[in-house]
């Protein structure tokens, strides 16, 4: 698979691409034991993602 056009932000003509999620210091818990803690995750528009709850 190519691409024909460079993505938004990578060629030097465009400015990189918003934000779609952001979080700092987010904190999952279960019960009592916490199973993230402290996690800051940023996913820009465009780009692949995935998280499992």
């Known amino acids: 698979m190519t691409r024909d056009t460079a993505p938004p932000g990578t060629d030097g003509t ?3 691409p918003a ?3 952001a979080c700092t210091g987010l904190t999952y818990a279960l019960g009592d034991h916490n199973a993230v803690d402290g996690l ?3 996913v ?3 780009e692949p993602s995935s ?3």
């Open 14 to 16: 465009t400015s990189p």
């Open 51 to 53: 998280v499992w709850p």
């Open 19 to 21: 934000d779609a999620v």
């Open 40 to 42: 800051d995750l940023t």
């Open 44 to 46: 820009r528009q465009g």
